[in-house]
């Protein structure tokens, strides 16, 4: 579905805007426009890629009549902007208010308004039931765009607009491993917040692959969720202690606004939850694509979730210590 496409990506100097980027680069894409505030980091991408094919647009989500500019016979936008670092959320959320929700309201409006084919965000396991400022601005960017196929008039518009929601990618910048590794390396004893805590797994090829496949099956108003494993990180523990000499724990409790194990589909959302193509989505029952003699004829082979109670990092198959190993080397090489 790319072939010929000019696509646009919020945040795009960001480590996923940059991932996605090299992944679209390998497809026959017409040309993809980067969205970004940081200058710097558009100049680095625009040295490492060197392709033709890219474009750079300075410019910030709460601009709306830049973001209009910016997509200007776009066919295909991957939302990704957004403020996430919870501590500093949670002491500016005014500001996370503004990018992460009303910036969103202004990339769905510019997407209606220029017409685009299809309009995808990225969010966070964080916008389950959520506990921080960063997870409250995610569910009601989750709810924007779920919701803005309500404002499509089928003889004006052609816009789709989809969500995908997953958790943090294995080994990124701002995760747990990272940090234990740097702590490993300045000899200090790693913190771990609770023995018992678990967290999904997805590695950044996957993620692509998530993404890209639930863009091109979308239809408008999803929540697509992808099929996960997970690990304990008292495995992950073990796993750093075969590597590396001299690793030491300290046990320091959940931080406020933290979870003991992610949830990237609640109990009240289950019931709404069907299984797809190796991945899940959540309909939005209020629209009329997913009612139930509707739905079963636009996904063919889809099966509805029963008998669970909610997908949970607690309930899933876990990543065994010699697994953790293989990736945690990849990670350092």
Same mark, same amino acid.
Request: proline share 3%; hydrophobic share 40%.
């Given at each position: 579905?790319?072939?010929?496409?000019?696509?646009?990506?919020?945040?795009?100097?960001?480590?996923?805007?940059?991932?996605?980027?090299?992944?679209?680069?390998?497809?026959?894409?017409?040309?993809?426009?980067?969205?970004?505030?940081?200058?710097?980091?558009?100049?680095?991408?625009?040295?490492?890629?060197?392709?033709?094919?890219?474009?750079?647009?300075?410019?910030?989500?709460?601009?709306?009549?830049?973001?209009?500019?910016?997509?200007?016979?776009?066919?295909?936008?991957?939302?990704?902007?957004?403020?996430?670092?919870?501590?500093?959320?949670?002491?500016?959320?005014?500001?996370?208010?503004?990018?992460?929700?009303?910036?969103?309201?202004?990339?769905?409006?510019?997407?209606?308004?220029?017409?685009?084919?299809?309009?995808?965000?990225?969010?966070?396991?964080?916008?389950?039931?959520?506990?921080?400022?960063?997870?409250?601005?995610?569910?009601?960017?989750?709810?924007?765009?779920?919701?803005?196929?309500?404002?499509?008039?089928?003889?004006?518009?052609?816009?789709?607009?989809? @969500?995908?929601? &997953?958790? /943090?990618?294995?080994?990124?910048?701002?995760?747990?491993? =990272? #940090? %234990?590794?740097?702590?490993?390396? *300045?000899?200090?004893?790693?913190?771990?917040?609770?023995?018992?805590?678990?967290?999904?797994?997805?590695?950044?090829?996957?993620?692509?692959?998530?993404?890209?496949?639930?863009?091109?099956?979308?239809?408008?108003?999803?929540?697509?969720?992808?099929?996960?494993?997970?690990?304990?990180?008292?495995?992950?523990?073990?796993?750093?202690?075969?590597?590396?000499?001299?690793?030491?724990?300290?046990?320091?409790?959940?931080?406020?606004?933290?979870?003991?194990?992610?949830?990237?589909?609640?109990?009240?959302?289950?019931?709404? @939850?069907?299984? &797809?193509? /190796?991945?899940?989505?959540?309909?939005?029952?209020?629209? =009329? #694509? %997913?009612?139930?003699?509707?739905? *079963?004829?636009?996904?063919?082979?889809?099966?509805?979730?029963?008998?669970?109670?909610?997908?949970?990092?607690?309930?899933?198959?876990?990543?065994?210590?010699?697994?953790?190993?293989?990736?945690?080397?990849?990670?350092?090489?």
């Amino acid at each position: 579905m790319f072939d010929g496409k000019k696509i646009l990506i919020t945040g795009g100097t960001g480590s996923l805007g940059i991932a996605l980027t090299h992944r679209l680069l390998e497809k026959k894409v017409d040309t993809i426009r980067i969205f970004s505030r940081n200058e710097e980091n558009q100049i680095k991408m625009e040295n490492k890629f060197n392709d033709k094919r890219l474009r750079f647009f300075l410019g910030d989500v709460n601009d709306f009549e830049r973001l209009k500019r910016a997509l200007e016979d776009v066919d295909i936008v991957f939302h990704t902007a957004a403020l996430k670092h919870v501590p500093k959320i949670e002491y500016n959320p005014f500001e996370a208010i503004k990018t992460n929700v009303i910036g969103s309201q202004n990339v769905i409006n510019a997407c209606l308004h220029e017409n685009v084919e299809k309009a995808v965000v990225i969010s966070t396991d964080k916008a389950v039931s959520p506990l921080n400022t960063y997870g409250a601005t995610k569910l009601l960017t989750e709810k924007l765009f779920v919701t803005a196929n309500n404002y499509v008039d089928p003889e004006k518009h052609v816009t789709r607009f989809i @969500s995908v929601r &997953y958790g /943090n990618v294995f080994g990124s910048s701002g995760s747990v491993i =990272p #940090l %234990f590794i740097e702590q490993i390396k *300045k000899r200090r004893k790693i913190t771990i917040t609770d023995p018992k805590m678990t967290r999904f797994s997805i590695t950044m090829d996957e993620a692509l692959d998530f993404i890209l496949n639930a863009t091109n099956s979308g239809k408008g108003s999803e929540i697509f969720v992808p099929k996960m494993r997970a690990y304990n990180i008292m495995d992950l523990k073990d796993a750093l202690s075969d590597l590396f000499e001299n690793v030491n724990e300290e046990i320091i409790g959940i931080r406020p606004g933290e979870k003991l194990h992610e949830i990237l589909i609640s109990e009240d959302e289950i019931r709404y @939850s069907w299984e &797809y193509d /190796n991945m899940y989505f959540i309909t939005n029952p209020l629209y =009329p #694509l %997913f009612h139930i003699d509707n739905i *079963k004829e636009a996904y063919q082979g889809i099966r509805k979730i029963e008998n669970v109670k909610d997908y949970s990092s607690d309930k899933v198959e876990k990543i065994s210590k010699e697994e953790l190993k293989v990736m945690i080397k990849k990670l350092v090489q």
